[in-house]
C-alpha cells in the first residue's frame, strides 16, 4: 500500500535558523504532493503542492520544497525560522483517479526556540 | 468568503450511544471528504462524495460509520454504538471536484468517548 514518511515526529529550530522537514512517499508511481500545516485548534492549511511541471515548488511564509524523483522525496524548507512557525506540518500524496484521496504521513511537530 | 465549517466542534459521548456530526462545505464545491485524525497518528481517509455520483466509502473502518450528503451541500457523518477507538478528531474538506487537487479543510470535531 502507498505510503508517506516523515522522518522526526518532533523537530525544534531556533528562531532565524533553517528548518527542514523531511517527507518521503513509497511508490514508484509519481504522486501530486502537499504540504499541510496545523495551528492548534485548527483545520490544516495548504502550505504548497506539485503536481506537473517545475520540481521546487514556493508556497506561503516563505516555505519551499522540492520534489526528487530519484529519491521519492519531497521536503519542506524555510532559510529563517519564525516563531509564528511553529505547528504541525502533514505531508500528503495523492494519485489522482477517481477518488483524489489524499495519504498522510503522521505528522512532524515544528517547535521554533527563541 | 466562508470556508468549511464543521459543527460541533467537540462532542464528549458516552461508550455505545450514537453520534452525529456535519460539515457545510464551501460553496461551488462538488467534493467532500471526510477524514479521521488520531492522537499521535496522520489523517485517515474515510469517505469521499463527487455530486450525485455514489460515494467512495473504502475508508469507513467499520458498518457503525455512515455518512450522507445531500447533493452538493452539507454532509453528516453518523458513528453508532460509539467505542472508546472512535475517538479522535474527524476533519472534514471540500474540493471544486475531482480534478482539483487542492482541498480545503474544516477545523475538526473532536470526539471523545468515555
Redesign the interface.
Known sequence: AQS?TQLG?HVSVSEGALVLLRCNYSSSVPP?L?W?VQYP??????LL?Y?TGATLVKGINGFEAEFKKSETSFHLTKPSAHMSDAAEY?C?V?Y?G??????????TLLAVQP | GAGVSQSPSNKVTEKGKDVELRCDPISGHTALYWYRQRLGQGLEFLIYFQGNSAPDKSGLPSDRFSAERTGESVSTLTIQRTQQEDSAVYLCASSWGQTSYEQYFGPGTRLTVT
Not at chain 1, 98 to 107: D, E, S, V, W
Open positions: 508517506v515526529s501530486y502537499f499541510y485548534n485548527q483545520g490544516l492549511q495548504l503542492k503536481t502533514f500528503a495523492s489522482g477517481a477518488t483524489n484521496k489524499l495519504i498522510f504521513g503522521t505528522g
